[in-house]
């Protein structure tokens, strides 16, 4: 460790070489092996020599010392031991020498263990062969290639074949070629290290010659249904980046989807599905054929990959498979009901709402399948999925005029199955809204009418009373009662009985609807009201008696006063809700009994909201067809004039296709670099200074954060005239941060530099701070100095990345996080879309609601979260509230999920400058403290433009 930390100890070789060098103990020769590695091999050059050769005269040769010789001599001792292990470690410790003057008298002892009879030492002299050739080749070993051809056609141990190939791999092509040649028909038996060379060398070999494709197509096609998933997904790869026939691109996907399903790594689906998702583009038709296998990785307990498979199938559904896709949907679905699956307990909701979602985007892209779907997903609806189900019912309803009927009627029949209030409540719109002919409006009308039951909907005092009791007894728990018994044998002994209350064991049979609307729900009241109030007003135009209309209009009136009654009475979370539940209340009352108000409202009441959904639905699929067009990877033609690029030409920004065999070219695409100037415009943006230009030692650092850790290569040059020694970087965090690797103690000559590298760990999305000290030692006059180090600050947004997530999931996550931070807005920016764009730009998140950026004015309403934000419940535009509202969401690489609501409003009395609120929750208080003062810093005003 001292040699390592740059002392010369000079003194000690001849002593290891006196006392260390014949021992027989192992773990003393391993140590003999690092000794050897890093001591000083050459005798260190005088003063007349340096300067001749400064002065043009005779380069400085370097003269072995002295006493490696007996160190040779000891190293070929070992290549000679009669112990296997002895001699397979030596070789593998002449893989790490590079100097010809020890290698040299070496040789024929390497040689002679390739004829050894331990497959140990064969494999290692076989690497040890390919090192010496590689360095020394023309001078040490000039026959190793015809040495090594020679040794791979007689082994029999997968290891040494493989380091054989290696070296012929690497040394002599064309030799590979021929063994490979020979030995087609073996290969898959020859080992997995053995199949990944050969893959190695295609590519190679394809590269520098396309011609030669022909001559490794049989060998990838045997490895294709190789053993090891590693050899058959790199065949796949390679199989298509040669071949764009569909007999080859056909078998790579019959591969893939065999990785996909036969695999349990969730990270190895992962990247199968990714590659899957590539031949989409360009092989489609081909994929279609295999969606059935695909479909199989819906099997994976990981949600994630669930969805990334649902992601894959759906885009290649079409008219001749969409039937058998939507009956694997529809069966996952019911698989998901059943309490013993273990997909049940593992998956839940998430892979429910999926599942819906993907049958809503079947069923609306082929109206074939939409009458079948339908109605397995009705019976949902009293599940925790209800509301993406009920959603789906809505759109179908909307879309398909001839459905409607069935779907109508097995809503009335399933409406009292109903649970959740919010699906509660577009189930009673529907009914309102498409309720069209005599019997479904009365089937209606009875049902709904039956489930609320007879005015009053307040909880009687006696029956509340006894809830109050009953709940009072269960918060006792069971009683402890401990007595003294005697037992049958005339002994004493003591008895301890628990005593719980009494379980009313009566069946409370209440309708589901009368419970939420005694419960205290206003909003679902006043949902109520306006469904009967359309009914009333729609009956007498389907051919209902006077008689019946008139009763149905006297109920409803009874009903509605009923609902405000409970309005004002019921102390609930929506007591704020009163007066406009009162305003809607009073509304459908006057439409329904004064003929003037009914002449005005009937058509709007009608007819305005059929028309507005529809309108909205338009809305909803062109952006989503827009955002489809703009995500799709633009496929690269070749037009009849285009340039033809040379690799050997090409330039760092030459555009490559997208199957490039060229390492280098997929390893700038993986990083990035998409060109030359970003490479080193990327690397300058994350260089920090930490110390000054007139410090005794100046130092710099780079930074480099992955997703858990930070990489600081730091850069430290003595800009004085004498050797600095013990000079050590000293760092210190703050925050949710922790050093890992700390910084060894260096010595650094005159004028000289060193790279210095230290790793940060990472626990949470947090702002942090890395400050430290530079501690040295001037050797020339023994004194020692400190520099203190600028900070390195670690902003939150390298953690931060765009995400996206429904209206439900945003408003269950804002409701269950519990650190909020508000932030007042103060800024000089004027308009309220470029303020939005501006904090979304700077905050590295997504805005998840849509909005129309042509409308102009002092204000716009407030419709985005309306449901998810805590907004406005029913999501309208409020025309005397100058607001608007976005809701944003972001994911960090940590998991945890940021949330952001800004609520800017634009007064005239302000002149004409925004205010408001930004409003951060997350499940950890660093990341709403991180991401408030970031706003809060880039919120005053736009930075300048270039």
Request: charged share 25%; glycine share 6%.
């Amino acid at each position: 460790m001292a040699m390592l930390g740059g002392e010369a100890l000079p003194r000690i070789l001849m002593q290891v070489i006196r006392f260390c060098i014949n021992s027989d103990d192992k773990p003393l020769k391993k140590l003999c092996m690092l000794y050897w590695e890093v001591v000083p091999k050459y005798q260190e050059p005088t003063s007349d020599e340096v300067l001749r050769a400064a002065s043009g005269g005779q380069p400085v040769q370097r003269k072995l010392l002295p006493e490696m010789i007996l160190v040779c001599n000891a190293l070929m001792n070992d290549l000679n031991h009669p112990n296997e292990y002895v001699r397979g470690s030596m070789l593998r410790f002449l893989c790490k020498v590079k100097d010809e003057e020890i290698l040299g008298p070496l040789i024929p002892s390497i040689k002679a263990c390739l004829q050894h009879r331990h497959q140990y030492v064969r494999k290692n002299a076989a690497m040890a062969v390919f090192h010496a050739h590689r360095l020394h080749g023309d001078t040490l070993i000039p026959d190793g290639p015809e040495l090594m051809d020679a040794f791979i056609s007689a082994e029999t141990d997968i290891g040494a074949r493989r380091n054989a190939f290696l070296m012929l791999y690497n040394e002599s092509e064309e030799l590979a070629i021929q063994f490979l040649a020979k030995n087609l028909d073996d290969v898959v038996k020859f080992g997995d290290g053995f199949a990944l060379l050969v893959l190695d060398l295609t590519r190679k070999a394809c590269r520098r010659d396309p011609n030669q494709k022909s001559r490794f197509v049989r060998v990838l096609f045997q490895m294709l249904s190789a053993e090891s998933p590693a050899v058959s997904y790199e065949a796949a790869w390679t199989l298509i980046s040669l071949s764009n026939s569909p007999t080859a691109i056909r078998a790579a996907a019959v591969t893939y989807t065999n990785l996909l399903n036969s695999q349990n790594d969730n990270n190895v689906k992962m990247i199968v599905l990714e590659r899957l998702e590539k031949l989409k583009g360009k092989h489609s038709k081909i994929l279609q054929e295999l969606l059935p296998d695909i479909m199989r990785g819906l099997s994976s307990p990981n949600p994630d990959v669930c969805e990334k498979v649902l992601d894959v199938a759906m885009a290649l559904v079409t008219n001749k498979n969409v039937a058998d896709v939507v009956t694997t949907l529809k069966r996952e679905v019911s698989k998901t009901t059943q309490e013993s699956s273990d997909s049940s307990e593992e998956k839940g909701k998430v892979y429910r709402n999926m599942l819906i979602q993907a049958i809503h985007g079947c069923a609306v892209r082929f109206p074939d399948v939409a009458e079948s779907v339908v109605h397995t997903l009705m019976d949902f609806l009293s599940s925790d999925g209800g509301m993406q189900v009920i959603i789906f019912v809505r759109a179908i309803v909307e879309k398909y005029p001839d459905l409607r009927p069935a779907i109508l009627t097995k809503l009335i029949n399933t409406v009292d199955e109903v649970t959740n209030t919010n699906v509660m409540c577009i189930c009673l719109w529907i009914l309102g809204e498409y309720c069209e002919t005599s019997e479904t409006v009365k089937d209606a009308y009875d049902t709904i009418t039956e489930q609320l039951g007879e005015a009053p909907f307040i909880v009687q005092a006696k029956d509340k009373k006894a809830r109050e009791e009953a709940a009072a007894a269960a918060a006792k728990g069971p009683e402890l009662v401990t007595k003294n018994v005697v037992l049958a044998d005339g002994t004493y002994a003591t008895q301890t009985v628990y005593s719980e209350p009494k379980v009313n064991t009566a069946l409370d049979n209440t309708p589901n609807l009368r419970k939420m609307i005694v419960g205290g729900d206003i909003f679902l009241g006043s949902v109520v009201s306006s469904c009967l109030t359309k009914m009333c007003l729609r009956g007498a135009d389907v051919g209902l008696d006077a008689l019946t209309v008139k009763s149905m209009t006297v109920n409803s009136l009874l009903t509605m006063c009923g609902i405000v009654k409970m309005a004002e009475v019921t102390v609930s979370a929506q007591k704020s809700s009163l007066a406009d539940c009162s305003d809607r209340v009073t509304l459908c009352c006057r439409a329904l009994l004064d003929p003037k108000a009914n002449a005005i409202l009937k058509q709007a009441l009608l007819s305005e909201g059929k028309s507005s959904f529809a309108i909205f639905l338009k809305s909803v699929q062109g952006k989503e067809g827009k955002t489809k067009e703009e995500s799709k990877d633009d496929v690269m033609s070749t037009q009849a004039d285009d340039l033809i690029h040379f690799r050997q030409l090409k330039s760092l920004t030459a555009q490559a296709g997208d199957l490039d065999l060229d390492d280098g070219s997929d390893l700038a695409r993986a990083t990035g670099y998409a060109d030359g100037n970003s490479l080193l415009t990327n690397e300058l943006s994350h260089v920090y200074q930490l110390s000054g230009f007139a410090d005794p030692v100046y130092a710099e650092a780079f930074v480099t954060v992955h997703d858990y850790d930070i990489l600081l290569d730091i850069l430290v040059i003595n800009r004085t005239p004498n050797t600095l020694a013990n000079l050590t970087v000293e760092l210190s965090t703050m925050g949710d941060m922790k050093i890992v690797e700390r910084p060894q103690s260096h010595t650094i000559g005159p004028l000289d530099q060193i790279n210095i590298r230290a790793s940060i760990k990472v626990s949470s999305t947090e702002t942090g701070h890395i400050f430290g000290t530079i501690v040295y030692e001037d050797a020339s006059t023994q004194e020692k100095g400190y520099i203190n180090m600028n900070d390195i600050h670690m902003d939150i947004m390298d953690y931060i990345r765009p995400a996206t997530c429904t209206d439900e999931v945003f408003r269950s996550m804002w409701a269950e996080f519990e650190w909020e931070n508000k932030v007042a807005i103060t800024t000089s920016i004027t308009d309220l879309i470029e303020f939005l764009d501006h904090i979304v730009s700077s905050t590295n998140m997504k805005s998840l609601t849509p909005f129309d950026r042509d409308e102009n004015g002092s204000f716009l309403a407030a419709n985005l979260y309306a449901k998810s934000c805590l907004l406005n419940p029913w999501g309208e535009r409020l025309p005397w509230c100058q607001e608007r509202r976005q809701g944003v969401r972001g994911i960090t690489v940590f998991g945890e999920d940021a949330l952001v609501n800004v609520s800017v409003e634009k007064k005239d009395d302000n002149d004409g400058k925004l205010a408001g609120y930004i409003r951060i929750r997350s499940k950890t208080q660093g990341i709403a403290l991180s991401l408030g003062d970031r706003i809060t810093s880039v919120q005053r005003g736009l930075p300048p433009k270039e």
